[in-house]
């Protein structure tokens, strides 16, 4: 069985379409869904109980962040596998099955992460090398503007790289990815410590310090509508975004634990 984990915070009817386009995905697998609400106070759970009455809902009684609310749905999964996804995921039919499958033929694999695209249709850039020391600054600083940041951004992005190839990769972004749950278990799941961003690339991290994989798998494709809104203000503006301090505090615990490449 998939166990698909969703955190919600205020993004409720986000959610409604996330969980209606993986249920006309017709995953073949049996499945599970467990949103974890982290303190939205938008009454979600009453909202998406009309439309999907078999969700099983946990309520936080404040806002865990990414990590810690993820964990909390890993650790009530029943399944063997699970799927993590943000409530802004779109999943089309296959994707679910071509990911489970691979997952299943090789026991090496300890991530599986699909291709992203925007709504357009076009490729979102969503598997990455490991950082070095300045990459955060040249994603969210007009650092990145400087031939020096251009030049670090398109290592990072892995811009050259054929991305219709189904090969191993550093870190994925943790919107979408499937995983055997003992293998997260064993990884220790996200460190809480991350309120909010390298979260992802921690656990991937560690799940290659396991002697697990983690890889990109193409074939299986998801629409995201993220949008990296503190990047969009560009220059000094960037500096003072919540979102970018938030990025910067999560990138020093990140530095402390593991350095950069």
Request: charged residues 25%; glycine residues 6%.
């Amino acid at each position: 069985m998939i166990s698909i984990v969703i955190v919600n915070y205020k993004m409720k009817r986000l959610i409604k379409n996330c969980v209606q386009w993986f249920k006309e995905a017709k995953a073949t697998e049996p499945f599970e869904i467990i949103v974890v609400d982290n303190n939205s106070q938008d009454d979600a759970e009453t909202y998406l109980r009309k439309i999907h009455p078999e969700i099983r809902y946990i309520q936080n009684e404040k806002n865990l962040g990414m990590g810690a609310g993820t964990n909390v749905g890993i650790k009530d999964a029943k399944g063997e596998f699970v799927l993590l996804m943000n409530p802004d995921i779109f999943v089309f039919p296959g994707a679910i099955d071509k990911m489970l499958q691979y997952l299943k033929v090789h026991d090496d694999v300890g991530i599986i992460a699909p291709q992203l695209l925007n709504p357009d249709g076009s490729l979102q850039y969503s598997c990455y090398k490991w950082h070095k020391l300045l990459t955060p600054l040249c994603r969210r600083t007009i650092l990145g503007k400087t031939p020096w940041g251009k030049r670090e951004l398109h290592r990072f992005l892995m811009i050259d790289w054929n991305h219709n190839d189904t090969q191993d990769i550093d870190w994925a972004q943790g919107s979408c990815w499937l995983a055997r749950k003992d293998v997260l278990m064993s990884a220790g799941l996200f460190d809480e410590r991350f309120f909010m961003y390298f979260e992802d690339a921690d656990l991937c991290r560690r799940i290659w310090q396991m002697g697990k994989r983690v890889v990109y798998l193409p074939e299986a494709k998801v629409i995201h509508l993220h949008r990296r809104q503190s990047a969009d203000k560009g220059g000094v503006a960037a500096l003072f975004d919540s979102l970018t301090r938030e990025h910067v505090k999560s990138w020093i615990k990140y530095l402390k634990k593991h350095g950069a490449v």
